[in-house]
């Protein structure tokens, strides 16, 4: 009987230390270690954060090893997100990830942290249904905004992007322009429930192709709350739902409306969506909606997928070891790395 195979995953771009350990295309742990100290600075501190990743890479991959009933001699190869990210927090992870496989004399996977997001749809998961190639995949995150023809594990195709900012950035700078609390997206689609949609209207880019812009809109918000705050003090607190709900709303609509385009251009019918903002649940239902309406197979992330997570780089890890794309321990993390 052949030996099963494991793969250890860890996850360091940003502000969330993460392990999982995979064995064919199931999780068998995916443990997260969240940084409550970038809430008091209104964002992430990335000399914080690599501290902060230091401290807790040992204890959560041991974690998720014993949650996995395994220690880390039975594992068969270790993946790591060598970029894009923070690099004072990838090269944690990195560092790690290639002192252990060289202590244990194990293949080392890197990466690439925006491709995970986009292959966590291939988990096998009990009540997960998952694509079909080829598919298209909307990612959503702080970082990045895109809209990819996803071929096969390997072959992605990326359609449009946005042009400055991405879609997560313009929430969170939003809810800052509010006074809400960090991160601000969360914090902007629970209030967007309770408002009305179509108080405000802002800017929306008229762009050809598929690509995004979201600073326009940004300015756009900003001016019309300097100018009603100078008439009306108050006037943040007493419309902050329905500012909430037509942000929400306008930058939903940006997105769908390329997504739309794309679907029908290349028609593709199964629709995903990937990265942190894909949690948003006005999102979500928005999605929904248009995929009853246009006849789309749509695969949404279950929760624990969307934010920054090491099960996402587990299963990416698998593909390109399955593939025999390995590296060697001159590989370096990198700040930037094209999809």
Not at 65 to 84: K, N, Q, R, V, W
Request: net charge negative.
């Amino acid at each position: 009987m052949p030996k099963k195979e494991y793969i250890l995953a860890i996850e360091s771009s940003c502000d969330d230390t993460a392990a999982a350990v995979l064995s064919e295309r199931r999780i068998l742990s995916n443990v997260v270690a969240s940084q409550k100290v970038h809430e008091e600075y209104g964002g992430v501190v990335p000399e914080l954060a690599s501290r902060a990743h230091q401290a807790h890479i040992v204890p959560v991959v041991n974690s998720a090893l014993t949650e996995a009933g395994i220690t880390a001699a039975d594992l068969s190869a270790i993946a790591f997100t060598a970029g894009p990210g923070l690099l004072g927090s990838l090269l944690v992870g990195t560092s790690f990830a290639k002192s252990l496989s060289l202590a244990l004399s194990i293949p080392l996977i890197d990466v690439h942290h925006m491709r995970a997001h986009v292959l966590a749809h291939l988990i096998e998961a009990e009540g997960v249904k998952n694509p079909e190639f080829p598919f298209l995949c909307l990612t959503v995150s702080g970082g990045h905004t895109q809209i990819v023809k996803v071929n096969s594990p390997s072959d992605f195709e990326v359609m449009g992007e946005t042009l400055d900012d991405a879609a997560g950035e313009a929430f969170d700078k939003t809810a800052k322009l509010l006074g809400l609390s960090y991160p601000g997206g969360p914090e902007i689609d629970r209030r967007a429930a309770l408002g009305n949609p179509n108080a405000f209207a802002f800017s929306r880019p008229s762009l050809e192709g598929y690509n995004f812009s979201f600073s326009g809109l940004k300015t756009s918000v900003l001016y019309t709350l300097q100018k009603a705050v100078a008439k009306e003090p108050d006037f943040i607190q007493k419309n902050i739902d329905d500012i909430c709900a037509s942000v929400q709303h306008t930058i939903i609509e940006i997105l769908m409306k390329k997504l739309v385009a794309a679907s029908k251009d290349t028609g593709i019918h199964r629709i995903a969506i990937a990265g942190g903002v894909s949690a948003n649940k006005g999102l979500r239902n928005r999605l929904s909606e248009l995929a009853e309406k246009r006849k789309w197979e749509l695969f949404l992330p279950p929760f624990e997928f969307t934010t920054d997570n090491a099960a996402m780089i587990a299963i990416a890890g698998y593909y390109k070891w399955k593939e025999g794309h390995v590296a060697d321990l001159s590989i370096s993390a990198s700040a930037r790395i094209n999809l």
